[in-house]
């Protein structure tokens, strides 16, 4: 059990030690060594648990999905409304990227031009803001004639542009960052009852 329980946390400082070199060198410059030394073990002990720097970037990936789809689920299940669960859907996963290298380096790895990746993080980010647009439509909330689609693709390019120009500066994920973009785009999309609904619950903060 002691050697399993040192196992655990050996990998997951090998997890967060790769994020980190990655979010700082990219895929293309990280090494394993920088990797290792990062982690605080051997070079042996980061084999035992990746074969490679592609196995170890895929476990980055794969971690940072779970802790997306973790937080997105968590809202998504205490949600009030469809176009609220929205806004705090993009505030959570704002904070998630300030807060959790491991998510930070998932994302980035989705952009690396010399690393194949396996997970479409903002694909899924994509589609689940489509499929809360369509139930905002169901629940009556949407102002008429609006495409779910192209509504969609408008708030993915912006907030994954927030987590884009996070990574230089952090305000840019900071929850007023998030609150000014809704107060700005929520007029466009909601019903004016839904709208006075949301600001009097204060939406996106």
Known sequence: MMKQERAVRTRQALLESAATVFGRR????????????????????????FENKAAVA?????????????????????????????????QAL?????????ARAAFQLNREPAYPSSFALPREWH???????????EEGALLPGLNHRNV??????????FEALGRDD???LAPRTLSGFWRVVMPCLAAPA????????????
């Open 94 to 102: 704002a904070g998630l990227l300030l807060s959790d290298v491991v």
């Open 170 to 172: 952090p305000q840019w």
């Open 127 to 137: 589609d689940y803001v489509y499929r809360l647009l369509v139930e905002a439509a």
């Open 194 to 205: 839904v709208l006075r609904e949301l600001e009097s619950a204060g939406r996106g903060s």
């Open 26 to 49: 990219g895929y293309a410059e990280a090494t394993l060594n920088m990797i290792s030394v990062g982690a605080g073990v051997s070079p042996g002990a980061l084999h035992f648990h």
């Open 58 to 90: 895929q476990a980055v990936e794969a971690a940072g999905a779970r802790t997306l789809r973790a937080v997105t689920r968590e809202v998504y299940e205490r949600r009030t409304s469809a176009l609220q669960c929205m806004a705090d859907s993009s």
């Open 152 to 161: 969609a693709t408008t708030v993915v390019a912006a907030t994954l542009g």
